[in-house]
């Protein structure tokens, strides 16, 4: 069972920079891909960033550019780099994996752009 816990979230102005982590726990998460996403109120959640397990990374057009996600296996932790923020930006981001049977997400943080 793996459990994840993000941190780094906060608020911030626009133009800014925030960076996010999520530790891992309970398993090994470098043979696993993981990603970002992010929630507002009243709307599905979408995705923002994934990593597979050999390092290949993907983006929502809404952030190329801006934002870099990246991991660390030794430190089983996940991170994801937000440059240049913008107020569509503010939401929950959640980081989750998936370990080919099961998919566990983390309790999410807050990012509030102004």
């Known amino acids: 069972h793996v459990q994840l816990v993000e941190s780094g979230g906060g608020s911030v102005q626009a133009g800014g920079s925030l960076t996010l982590s999520c530790v891992a726990s309970?398993?090994?998460?470098?043979?696993?891909?993981m990603g970002w996403f992010r929630q507002v109120p009243d709307r599905e959640r979408e995705g923002v960033a994934g990593?597979?397990?050999?390092?290949?990374?993907s983006y929502a057009d809404s952030v190329k550019g801006r934002f870099t996600i990246s991991r660390d296996n030794a430190r089983n932790t996940l991170y994801l780099q937000l440059n240049s923020l913008k107020t569509e930006d503010t939401a929950m981001y959640y980081c989750?994996?998936?370990?080919?049977?099961?998919?566990?997400w983390g309790q999410g943080t807050q990012v509030t752009v102004s």
């Open positions: 309970g398993d090994t998460i470098g043979r696993y891909c």
């Open positions: 989750a994996t998936d370990n080919g049977g099961d998919v566990y």
């Open positions: 990593i597979e397990s050999d390092g290949s990374t």
